[in-house]
């Protein structure tokens, strides 16, 4: 039997790859390892909890540091484990440091690489997501691209047709998957929210996060929150430089803690849109039918404002307000909610069956 390594470490990770694990597991001798780049209960426990994962088999407790600690305590500590786990393939997903070191820990121990959603770009190699996307598909084996921009985005770099496979994206997997069991979720009884009458808000890239674009930001934010309902899940990150900028939250914002999977995606199911900076929530709220409203100028994620699902609003004090007032009306929210979005499941099958032919053509 092949030997599959799966390295995850972040919220995102564990959600996109929860679908395939059990997947996994029946196909291949599989071991997990967990970097620890995310750590704290809600941001990591509560999701394996939720999405029922079995424990990591290694941990390597790397934490929060610089980008440069960070990624180099991965590789110090990954290394090993892989010369011991002899591993056939390893599987990354994303764009985070955790997927970035994993890959580049493997490729050079000569172990092929299987990147999930490869070939997001955003064009901004500002962000340190967009290095690590950069990085990771021009040394992966097998390219698992989830729309067609990304396979055209794969191909204009010049990486092999041969490599690259369509597949699609695990996030609507695993909200097909969840969306039933969400049904039990108490957050709106204890947000005390009535379905339709709140906005959701979620604000945590490192560019949406600097003191030059924090402030602005969330002046803007407060000040929608007095013309709606805004329920603002904190990350940590955005707390912590919130606390540097020395920027008090406004008192028309209400504020939450992270939230665990099944909770949030009732919460964002029953709002009336979101307003964010993710990249998973924007294809959780287009799987789930509401409208985001995306806090950047650009997205990785561009099937759902192609389709006219989602719009871009920019991340100034001006293009918020401007933006949201706009979308916000009645019937503009009615038209973007009335948009076809093309959601399509099965990508984590696809997936794995790519790994499986990869595998078995090098038998
Ligand atoms: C990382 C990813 C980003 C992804 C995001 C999802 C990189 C470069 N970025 O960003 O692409 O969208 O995860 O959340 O990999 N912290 C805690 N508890 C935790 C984790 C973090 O308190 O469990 C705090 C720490 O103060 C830390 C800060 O959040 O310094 C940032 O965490 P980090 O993992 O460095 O990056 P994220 O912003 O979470």
Redesign the pocket.
Known sequence: MKTVVTVLG???EIIKLSPLIPLLRERFRHILVHSG????FE??AVFFEELGLPAPDYTLAVG?AS?GE?TARMLSRLEPILLATRPDMVLVQG????AMAGGLCAAKLNIPVTHLESGGRSFNRQM??EL?RIILDHISTLLLAADETAERNLLAEGLPPERIRMVGSSVIDAVERNRQHALRSTILQRLEVTPGDYLVLTL?R?ENTTPDVLPGMIRALGELAEEHTIIFLL???TA?AMRTCGIEMPRSIRVSEPLGYLDTLRLVEQARALLTD??GLQEEAGALGTPALILRNETEWRYLVDAGRHVLIGNTHESILAGARRWLQPEALARLRAAPAPIRSGASERAVAAMIDVLESVA
Do not use: F, I, L, V
């Open positions: 972040t919220r995102p780049q995310h750590y704290s941001m990591d929060s980008h960070q764009d985070t440091n955790t340190p997501e690590n945590h490192s990350h940590p990150r912590a993710s990249g």
